[in-house]
């Protein structure tokens, strides 16, 4: 298993530094970098902005799925694991800017999942009230079974990125205490439509037919 933990070196910062091991960097608070370590690869993103009124509630076992990406949750309560669009700010200071977004809670027992439809290779979200001196864990379902372990300051908000050498197609979040966050702003490797990957199996089997064409 590759592991990695990141401490905070400040009481004003999440991270001092963008770490890195082999197969796995993070970009912590540096979205820049992240759109740097992406820019070869297509991208899409998830503001759940198309919500007008608050989803159902996806804990104790349900999931929510949203164009490419399911989400899934273990904890059951009306103010976690729903996407919030009617009554914005369950808590207060939960939301990023008044825009629908994700109230979740995670602990040692207690998760989050994010399942891609396909395989992908880099996230980034926006993260908000993860608790004080608490670490939150960052599980990747890849062969390497990577794990990013963020040691958050409360009450901040994060963006938290990551990209990985091994494709994965489930995050799944929990925490070393019992804790309630939100997320919102996704952005991840786009999963090509079906239809595009038959095209490009026609193409490859086109031009192979081609080439034995001019051999003859």
Partial sequence: MKKHTLYTATALLLLSCTATHAGLTSFINDEPGFATATAALTMSSQNFNSFTEDSANF?????????????????????????????????AGFDFDGTPFLPSQVGTSDSLTITFAGDVTAFSADFNFFADLRTSYF??????????????????????????????????????????????????????????????????????????????
Avoid: H, W
Wanted: proline letters at 3%.
């Fill in 139 to 216: 599980t990747l379902n890849n062969t390497a079974n990577d794990t990013l372990d963020v040691y958050f300051n409360a009450n901040e908000i994060n963006n938290i990125g990551f990209v990985s050498d091994t494709p994965f197609t489930t995050i799944t979040i929990t925490s070393s205490a019992t804790d309630g966050f939100s997320m919102d702003n996704l952005t991840y490797q786009a999963i090509p439509e079906p239809s595009s990957m038959a095209l490009a199996g026609l193409t490859c089997i086109g031009a192979f037919f081609i080439r034995r064409s001019f051999k003859r």
């Fill in 59 to 91: 804990g104790n076992g349900g999931s929510l799925t949203i164009g490419d990406l399911t989400l899934s949750g273990t904890v059951t309560s009306t103010t976690r694991n729903f996407i919030d669009a009617g009554t914005i700010n369950s808590y």
